[in-house]
């Protein structure tokens, strides 16, 4: 109970969102729980064919966490974890791996998706307790995305026991096919997906949504606003999963290097257009910190921009088109 609590607030407050001050009379909603979170879909136009469309959205879901969980047994994931050297994945997956093993390349590790034996070791789901340095030891021996080799669709391990998660793309890789499906559609709408926003479509004339960023420190509070036409707002934050052993809290962003959860911050958001890319560059800016974030920012080739709140309550922007507005409310 207490988790499904948790997950509520992301869903509730992670994000507010408006783009404009006049009464959505035909907004519908539908939520879902998927991937371990929510998954809301908002639709701003009043249509005949809404359930159809609420019901391809969670399907388009389940059908990526039918293949990409790792506590699904019959999951893709699963297989090649259980397996010994390699695994040949469906071309979805594969294109899904792909864009997360160029992320790791590029962020230097930052963004690993060989962190399983890390994220099992801690188990921050069920409560902990703070592992062992022998077994951190032993469980970052695993940890490499240079442990991988994707060829194809074949994904080949060095070691048997190197094992995935994708739990932090996965959710995004989801919205960009639910937003692709909502435009073929000509749809307006926002999904959100596990505190992953993506607004579709213009609910009037020159109208831009605006993506509130909720504050790490109080949910009722923010820190922002993106004002943008399209795209996706990804958030990872220290207050999502976590627990607390001897007045320490321990949560579940966990850094490749060193088996810890990362102390550089306590949330980054970040925009982009592909919410796949959101999702993973969410996640490595928060391992980087700011320092290391700002030089990969100007020097990745990915266009994107982000927010990141430190421990000391301050905010830091990296903003090129000025579509961030700081301001606590």
């Not at 102390?263 to 999702?279: G, I």
Request: charged share 25%; net charge negative.
């Amino acid at each position: 109970m207490k988790r499904l609590f948790s997950l509520l607030l992301v869903f509730l407050l992670v994000f507010s969102l408006a783009a404009c001050q006049k009464n959505d009379t035909q907004q519908k909603s539908q939520t879902f729980f998927v991937m371990d979170t929510f998954l809301t879909v908002t639709l701003y136009d009043a249509r005949q064919d809404e359930n159809e469309i609420f019901q391809t959205v969670n399907e388009i879901a389940r059908a990526i966490e039918a293949k990409a969980s790792r506590t699904l047994e019959t999951s893709e994931v699963s297989a090649f974890n259980r397996a010994k050297e390699s695994y040949t994945f469906s071309p979805d997956m594969a294109n899904m791996l792909k864009q997360a093993l160029a992320m790791c390349e590029a962020t230097e590790g930052a963004y690993d998706i060989t962190v399983a034996p890390l994220v099992d070791l801690w188990n921050i789901k069920e409560g902990g307790p703070v592992p062992s340095e022998d077994a951190l030891s032993a469980a970052l021996s695993l940890v490499s995305y240079q442990n991988l080799t994707l060829t194809d669709c074949t994904l080949t391990k060095t070691n048997s026991k190197v094992a995935i998660d994708l739990g932090s793309v996965a959710k995004g890789f989801a919205i960009d096919k639910i937003v692709d499906y909502l435009t073929e559609k000509n749809c307006i709408a926002i999904v959100n997906f596990g505190g992953n926003v993506a607004v579709v479509g213009n609910r009037a004339e020159q109208d831009k949504w605006r993506v509130s960023v909720r504050s790490p420190f109080d949910a009722e509070k923010t820190i922002g606003k993106f004002t943008v036409a399209s795209g996706v707002v990804a958030v990872s934050g220290d207050y999502e999963r976590y627990f607390e052993e001897d007045g320490v809290r321990y949560h579940h962003i966990l850094s490749p290097f060193d088996g810890y959860p990362s102390r550089n911050m306590c949330s980054v958001a970040v925009y982009a257009a592909s919410a796949t890319e959101a999702d993973m560059l969410s996640t490595a800016l928060f391992v980087m910190g700011k320092d290391k974030a700002k030089e990969f920012k100007s020097q990745s080739g990915y266009e994107f921009a982000y927010v990141m709140t430190m421990a000391d309550g301050k905010s830091l922007v990296d903003d090129s088109e000025n579509i961030f507005t700081p301001g606590r409310g």
